[in-house]
């Protein structure tokens, strides 16, 4: 889905996605207007074609768009997305996320641990025991919700610090002190139980 594209474009009643993104952010606290509701009629089809091309799915696609454009809107209301000529980079990139987070299953989610294994410096003897699973994931659970978003977009899906920031609306050395920040804390919390157990 070429969002990037068809965002750039310019409707004579209320300019581009940039500029909409501009009226949203500059309205005050509580009070929604006619830009939001245009920006959401323009992206919703590109979201939900989105959705149905990774989804399969009608109803799934739905909620994918509401969810998105949700998040969306929000970013704008709050100030988060800094760079409105970048709307659209910001909503392919919740659509990657949300579309992520909703494929996470039972088998993912070993999958992404056993990539967490992988790259967490834990030098242990051959007479430790194995890494326990379920205190990973109690302490993945643990990272705040931007933290987890870097983890497992760096090292599940494998995405280089420059595309996440694209996604999340960071710069890439915020990215790459997120990703070291959260690392951090997922060896002490690795650590703590280890000590406790």
């Not at 006619?34 to 696609?61: F, I, S, T």
């Amino acid at each position: 889905m070429e969002l990037t594209t068809k965002a750039a474009g310019h409707d004579a009643s209320h300019g581009s996605d940039a500029n909409l993104a501009r009226q949203i952010a500059l309205l005050p606290p509580g009070q929604a207007g006619d830009a939001e509701a245009e920006l959401y009629r323009r992206l919703a089809p590109r979201v939900r074609l989105y959705g149905l091309r990774h989804l399969r799915d009608e109803q799934a696609a739905a909620d994918l768009t509401q969810e998105v454009l949700l998040i969306v809107l929000e970013a704008l209301r709050i100030g988060r997305l800094r760079e409105p000529d970048k709307v659209a980079s910001f909503v392919l990139g919740t659509c990657r996320m949300v579309v992520l987070n909703l494929r996470r299953g039972t088998s993912r989610r070993m999958e992404l641990l056993e990539q967490f294994s992988r790259n967490l410096p834990v030098a242990a003897p051959a007479s430790e025991p194995p890494l326990d699973r379920e205190r990973l994931t109690r302490c993945v659970e643990g990272l705040s919700e931007r933290e987890r978003s870097v983890v497992i977009m760096s090292f599940y899906d494998e995405r280089s610090a420059a595309e996440v920031a694209v996604f999340l609306g960071l710069s890439q050395a915020n990215v790459r002190v997120i990703r070291h920040r959260a690392l951090s804390r997922l060896r002490e919390c690795m650590s703590e139980a280890n000590a406790s157990g």
